[in-house]
């Protein structure tokens, strides 16, 4: 917990002072805020969830999680599956299955004891597997992957810089009216009007992912004489609110190019999950981007 006399120190965040870290590892923090937002699940086609009283759970090495209170939960629907697991942080959970007339989703929903000094009440809350339910609102706005980290902040901004994309060798890509997505903790993204891109290269893949600050993506393959590079550019035909100057703008992924040049200034290559081979989508597919022939190959889709 910050000590009253250095709460004017470091960012003004409220909530930090109420942490409370774990003595056996001290550093290690979880704390919920209060979610003024009505939020919603679907599951089975049925909603399993409403309230207007849920918390946003953050803790060390975890994407937010929202938990809803068992009052606006649908407990009759629910059945002990027998499954249980432990945390060492937040105690033992017990999980539920949904049942319906349509069959059962199994362990879609778990809760925490709390029985841990240090961590918050939460016996009293549960949560649900996000990608074994059908959807998940806010208010009346789908949202995706993960709840939005209220401390991750995502800036779109026009930009004259003079910016270049090379690949195989060649001058892909070249603008002066880029806009630049700056979200925190990740690295600077390029989003190009898609007529500054050498005409003829982007061919439509049928890859999509989905990123909770910037809605669903779609991509291009890159072709490149007798080369193809899959599902190097993406773009968000209909970004969230946050990301939407980046709408219908093309970016390549930093990773995989050759390089990417601001101002005569080549940009380090950035060190991202997927780069160093990780499965996560944020927002590129694929732990690895190689270039494979085009003729005689069948392109693998990702993701």
């Known amino acids: ?85 432990h945390d060492p942080f937040k105690g033992t959970a017990t999980y539920y299955s949904l049942e319906t007339p349509a069959g059962s989703i199994e362990n879609l929903m778990w809760r925490f004891d709390g029985a841990v000094d240090g961590c918050p009440q939460l016996s009293g809350y549960a949560s649900f597997d996000w990608p074994k339910a059908d959807r998940w609102f806010e208010e009346d706005e789908e949202i995706f992957v993960h709840p939005r980290d209220p401390f991750r902040r995502v800036d779109v901004l026009p930009s004259s810089r003079h910016v270049q994309i090379w690949l195989g060798g060649k001058l892909v890509a070249e603008t002066r009216r880029a806009h630049l997505l700056f979200e925190t903790g990740l690295p600077t993204r390029y989003y190009l009007p898609v007529e500054d891109v050498v005409s003829g290269i982007l061919r439509p893949s049928a890859t999509v992912s989905r990123c909770p600050y910037k809605g669903w993506a779609n991509y291009y393959n890159v072709m490149l004489g007798e080369m193809i590079y899959p599902d190097l550019v993406w773009y968000y035909p209909e970004p969230v609110h946050e990301s939407a100057r980046a709408r219908g703008l093309v970016s390549f992924a930093s990773e995989f190019v050759d390089k990417i040049v601001v101002d005569g200034q080549e940009q380090p290559r950035p060190v991202t999950a997927f780069s160093l081979g990780s499965d996560r989508a944020d927002p590129h597919p ?11 190959e069948q392109v693998a889709i990702h993701g």
């Open 286 to 296: 694929l732990a690895a981007n190689l270039a494979v022939p085009a003729k005689g």
């Open 1 to 85: 917990m910050r000590h009253a006399h250095l709460r004017g120190r470091g960012p003004h965040i409220p909530p930090l002072d109420n942490v409370v870290q774990y003595d056996f590892e001290p550093g290690y923090v979880l704390f919920p805020t209060a979610v003024p937002k009505r939020l919603r699940v679907e599951a089975g086609g049925i909603t399993i969830a409403d309230t207007i009283h849920g918390i946003l759970l953050n803790e060390s090495d975890h994407v937010p999680v929202y938990y809803f209170p068992l009052a606006d939960i649908r407990t009759d629907l629910m059945a002990e599956s027998g499954h249980v697991s």
